[in-house]
């Protein structure tokens, strides 16, 4: 019982310590011939947006909302590598009974 709590509280640790290496993780992804600019940090949270003044007319409002949700979906895979390199460098989480 004890053991498994240990496991659990270095888990808790590591996540910590892997979190705070990831807060100062910055990526910059461009759309649309770089008219949509995105910058997510980290923590997965999106930092900054720049929109070119040529989408921003009602006729390219189909054209602006698929820029930024692929500026989004590219954002978020290229953090999801990095969080999974930055936690393969840190040694990854142990097996966890029950979840392995």
Request: proline content about 2%; overall charge positive; aromatic content about 4%.
């Amino acid at each position: 019982m004890f053991n498994k709590l240990k496991q659990f509280k270095d888990i808790r640790t590591q996540a910590k310590t892997i979190q705070s290496a990831l807060a100062d993780e910055s990526i910059t992804v461009k759309e649309a011939g770089d008219k949509v600019v995105l910058t997510m940090d980290g923590n997965m949270k999106l930092t900054a947006l720049a929109i070119d003044d040529d989408l921003m007319n009602a006729d390219s409002k189909d054209k602006l909302i698929k820029a930024i949700k692929d500026a989004h979906e590219s954002a978020m895979k290229k953090m999801q590598r990095i969080m999974a390199m930055k936690m393969k460098e840190m040694g990854g989480f142990p097996n966890i009974p029950g979840l392995s």
